[in-house]
């Protein structure tokens, strides 16, 4: 009987030479044999495969057989049971959070841990969020029927304070702001003013785009057709020269938007836009005079934009004068 025939043939991993061994040490038995002798298996031992552990980022060295085997993902024992129990964790989130919808508040109480852990976990987990306002709305939220005392507001003042004396907190927090912006998620609110003036527009079917942004500047509302800017302008707040004719007894807020409009104005101007600034009186109570001037600019720039068309075909020679009426 020749025995051959119950042995399984494997290829040495590191010679590439045929062995025959038992079937249990086969490809496909419960221990499979990688190399045909102790010769070779010492000799891939020198042989180094370098890995990077996923928990904790340290580099260490294995041997070729073990990363074939499917192995040698982790440096130790601890760092799999750490990643063994984050898994585990993250499912329990996952079950808590979507199946059960809990908060994080309460699923943080649950586990024994702070709320920021949860939200890392879930972060890192890729967990979708829910809607942030519904989540955190009427009884849930943890300062619903509370306010803060002296105590704890003056607290914030000095946190704040802290956080963005540091320079890189402010370009942090200014990149930030430039992408909500951007993306058109400013989280501004329209006051009434806009508001008012906005149904002004909507009533002459005038487009327009607001929180228009020119550099670091936005302004209120921008008027594509006409290629105009418009402002609305607080009477207190922007200082209405015909409520507070004297200039020199202005708040330092009032100082400083006075200066802002300045700004402004010139910004406008050099990047070739018309910028038209509507006081709170007027937009209230003489809404017809702004209607008017918004008519008499839109004809303005139509002409304009109809006398630089002409003298550009007139440069192409394309008519003559003699030849062209109107």
Known sequence: MNRRKELATIICAECGSLTFVPPWRGP?????RLYCNRKCYEKSLQ?????????????????PSVVEKGKGVYCSRACFDITLHARILDEKIAALYLVEGKDIADIARELGVTGMSIHHRMKKAGIPRRNR???????????????????????????NFIQFSDPAARERHGIITAIQIAEGRTGKTNNKLEQHFTKLLQSLH????????????IYDFYLPDIHTLVECDGTFWHADPRTY???????????????????????????????????????????????ETLVEKGQTRTEVLWLNAKAQRRQRGLFDDANFAG
């Not at 496909?28 to 499979?32: A, I, L, M, T």
């Not at 306002?133 to 306010?147: D, L, Q, V, W």
């Not at 005038?206 to 500047?217: A, F, L, N, V, W």
């Open 28 to 32: 496909n038995g419960r221990n499979p």
């Open 133 to 159: 306002s519904e989540s955190s709305r009427g009884e849930r939220n943890g300062m619903f029927g509370r306010t803060h005392n002296a105590q704890s507001r003056q607290k914030i003042r000095e946190a």
């Open 206 to 217: 005038i487009k327009y785009q607001q929180s228009y942004r020119i550099g670091r500047s």
């Open 47 to 63: 042989r180094k495969v370098e890995r990077v552990c996923p928990q904790c980022k340290q580099i260490f060295f294995t041997t």
């Open 245 to 291: 004719p004297d200039r020199t007894k202005l708040s330092k807020v009032q100082q400083k938007n006075v200066e802002n409009d300045a700004r402004k104005n010139k910004l406008a101007e050099d990047k070739g836009f018309q910028l038209l600034r509507f006081w709170e009186h007027d937009i209230y109570h003489e809404s017809d005079q702004i209607i």
